[in-house]
């Protein structure tokens, strides 16, 4: 494990967690988002975490909260996302769409021939 519990009762990020069973650890304290009660274990906190060898929950909670204008903002989703970068982009165009078309037209996509990668 990558969390040492303190005597104060915080815990401290001992290492850069590399399993997601030590994400999910941390990700469980951030103060709860949204109307789904999802937690947003965004950019930002991945990147906290996997810079955080030595800073505290309390440390990544302020830091979730600092950041949270930001992440209101539109991101961009990173090319090994391309299912999250399509729903994204379909769901905008098809704002009442259903789940049985965007999977037809994810399929659709997938079908299509890719361009060589550039190189």
């Keep these: 494990m990558c969390a040492e519990r303190q005597p104060d009762g915080d815990t401290t990020l001992t290492c850069s967690p590399q399993s997601s069973s030590s994400a999910a650890?941390?990700?469980?304290q951030l103060p709860v988002t949204g109307?789904?009660?999802?937690?947003?274990f965004d950019a930002y906190i991945r990147t906290f975490v996997a810079e955080g060898a030595g800073r505290t929950l309390a440390d990544a909670i302020a830091h979730w909260h600092?950041?949270?204008?930001a992440?209101?903002?539109?991101?961009?989703?990173?090319s090994q996302f391309e299912l999250n970068r399509f729903l994204r982009d379909w769901h905008a165009e098809h704002?009442?769409?259903?789940?049985?078309?965007?999977?037809a037209a994810w399929r659709a996509h997938r079908d299509r021939p890719r361009r060589p990668a550039a190189g």
């Design 25 to 28: 650890s941390w990700s469980s």
């Design 35 to 40: 109307a789904s009660g999802a937690r947003s």
């Design 66 to 69: 600092a950041t949270r204008q």
């Design 71 to 78: 992440a209101v903002q539109l991101q961009e989703i990173g």
């Design 95 to 103: 704002p009442a769409g259903s789940c049985a078309e965007v999977l």
